[in-house]
């Protein structure tokens, strides 16, 4: 059963901090590249983190400094952890696990709302 459940949005004030978690199977955590994209209010979705299954991350431009992407193996679980919120960081936050080439995928999460407001 393939499936990314993602957890931990919710309301946080400007310069806030808020920790997302996706969950996963072993399977797709150990063979994936895993990443987090987010789709703002009437945008469309965009990248803000990856990481590899060596461990090399990497981050949009507009969150680097301020969010950072991190995984536990035991767990088959990747997080973003999200620093000096500001209001155009609302959005809907999703998981997302891709391999390229052999038995290619593309799997999605449902999905978690961040709504940065005072």
């Known amino acids: 059963q393939v499936q990314l459940v993602e957890s931990g949005g919710g309301l946080v004030q400007p310069g806030g901090s808020l920790r997302l978690s996706c969950a996963t199977s072993?399977?797709?955590?150990?063979?994936?590249?895993l990443a987090w994209y987010r789709q703002p209010p009437g945008k469309q979705r965009e990248f803000v983190a990856g990481?590899?299954?060596?461990?090399?991350?990497n981050y949009a431009d507009s969150v680097k400094g301020r969010f950072t992407i991190s995984g536990d193996n035991a767990k088959s679980t990747v997080y973003l952890q999200m620093t000096g919120l500001k209001p155009e960081d609302t959005a809907v936050y999703y998981c997302?696990?891709?391999?390229?080439?052999?038995?290619?995928?593309?799997?999605w999460g449902q999905g978690t709302q961040v709504t940065v407001s005072s």
């Open positions: 997302n696990a891709k391999r390229d080439g052999y038995r290619p995928y593309n799997y």
């Open positions: 072993s399977y797709i955590f150990d063979g994936s590249n």
């Open positions: 990481i590899a299954s060596g461990g090399g991350t």
